[in-house]
């Protein structure tokens, strides 16, 4: 029943004004406590430890529907631009979702992908223990980047005189994994990163309005690396926000390429990447 009225509240969620969240989340909350606590035609209390409760679908609903229905917090993108994701993640869920970044939309997020595997990654080690405190039950990594956006017009020109980054340096997540020779491609991420093919990427971290800042450039040249290298079935959703903003927009074209652009609203762009059969091309796009 839980899991029922949980996929209920998600069908309404887009339709519905932001008001109706608090009701669906009162709804679902009540559904799991009900389904949970009423066992052998008798009441049973249970607390579950935090790792069992983000397994389950209908709790990972709850938990981000309580939590958006009692705080003033909103997420960083218009509902617009989340609902192209928004979209994307309904057609494909459960799916395996990496996001580059926290923040106020990360239990969004999650729960959208509710069932599937969603990861994070985080830059600001502060930033990311405020997160996790207040979400324990996310699923995040803190990682590091070995660019500044300083660099990005370097990085951009030279990036094919080294072998290395070329579509046939690093295919594949894995071939990142190997790749220290490429600046742009993210070596040293968690194995879990490498060792899965992601159905669908989000591109909103890291941090890219200064010169000291690690910049998104890693992190699109790697998400189109592992898109062009997906061994699975279907191609791969990416969304890059911030396209407004010259190095994004720049990169985007370079590695996500305008011929697999098939939306956009407001300051993010979705694409949608199909495996490379040419690996040895000098270009992305």
């Given at each position: 029943?839980?899991?029922?009225?949980?996929?209920?509240?998600?069908?309404?969620?887009?339709?519905?004004?932001?008001?109706?969240?608090?009701?669906?989340?009162?709804?679902?909350?009540?559904?799991?406590?009900?389904?949970?606590?009423?066992?052998?035609?008798?009441?049973?209390?249970?607390?579950?430890?935090?790792?069992d409760?983000?397994?389950?679908?209908?709790?990972?609903?709850?938990?981000?529907?309580?939590?958006?229905?009692?705080?003033?917090?909103?997420?960083?993108?218009?509902?617009?631009?989340?609902?192209?994701?928004?979209?994307?993640?309904?057609?494909?869920?459960?799916?395996?979702?990496?996001?580059?970044?926290?923040?106020?939309?990360?239990?969004?997020?999650?729960?959208?992908?509710?069932?599937?595997?969603?990861?994070?990654?985080?830059?600001?080690?502060?930033?990311?223990?405020?997160?996790?405190k207040?979400?324990?039950?996310?699923?995040?990594?803190?990682?590091?980047?070995?660019?500044?956006?300083?660099?990005?017009?370097?990085?951009?020109?030279?990036?094919?005189?080294e072998?290395?980054?070329?579509?046939?340096?690093?295919?594949?997540?894995?071939?990142?994994?190997?790749?220290?020779?490429?600046?742009l491609?993210?070596?040293?991420?968690?194995?879990?990163?490498?060792?899965?093919?992601?159905?669908?990427?989000?591109?909103?971290?890291?941090?890219g309005?200064?010169?000291?800042?690690?910049?998104?450039?890693?992190?699109i040249y790697?998400?189109?690396?592992?898109?062009?290298?997906?061994?699975?079935?279907?191609?791969?959703?990416?969304?890059?926000?911030?396209?407004?903003?010259?190095?994004?927009?720049?990169?985007?074209?370079?590695?996500?390429?305008?011929?697999?652009?098939?939306?956009?609203?407001?300051?993010?762009?979705?694409?949608?990447?199909?495996?490379?059969?040419?690996?040895?091309?000098?270009?992305?796009?």
């Amino acid at each position: 029943m839980g899991r029922r009225l949980a996929n209920e509240a998600i069908r309404m969620l887009p339709e519905r004004p932001l008001l109706a969240v608090a009701a669906a989340a009162a709804l679902v909350a009540g559904a799991f406590l009900v389904s949970s606590f009423l066992v052998d035609n008798g009441l049973r209390y249970s607390l579950s430890p935090a790792s069992d409760r983000i397994s389950d679908p209908t709790s990972q609903m709850a938990e981000a529907l309580l939590y958006y229905a009692t705080t003033t917090e909103v997420p960083q993108q218009s509902r617009e631009e989340v609902r192209l994701s928004f979209d994307v993640l309904r057609r494909r869920s459960p799916c395996n979702f990496l996001v580059f970044g926290l923040g106020r939309d990360s239990q969004m997020w999650a729960a959208f992908n509710a069932g599937g595997t969603t990861i994070f990654l985080e830059e600001d080690p502060v930033w990311y223990s405020m997160v996790l405190k207040a979400s324990p039950w996310l699923r995040a990594h803190h990682v590091k980047y070995r660019t500044h956006l300083s660099e990005s017009d370097e990085l951009l020109r030279n990036y094919r005189q080294e072998a290395a980054c070329r579509p046939g340096g690093a295919v594949g997540a894995k071939g990142l994994q190997r790749n220290g020779r490429c600046r742009l491609a993210l070596v040293g991420l968690p194995t879990e990163i490498y060792d899965r093919e992601w159905d669908v990427l989000m591109i909103d971290a890291p941090k890219g309005y200064f010169p000291e800042a690690p910049g998104r450039m890693g992190a699109i040249y790697s998400a189109a690396v592992m898109a062009r290298g997906r061994r699975g079935e279907g191609e791969t959703d990416v969304f890059l926000h911030d396209v407004d903003r010259p190095v994004e927009k720049a990169y985007a074209k370079e590695f996500l390429c305008e011929k697999y652009r098939v939306a956009g609203t407001g300051r993010i762009w979705h694409f949608r990447i199909p495996p490379a059969n040419n690996t040895n091309a000098d270009t992305f796009c």
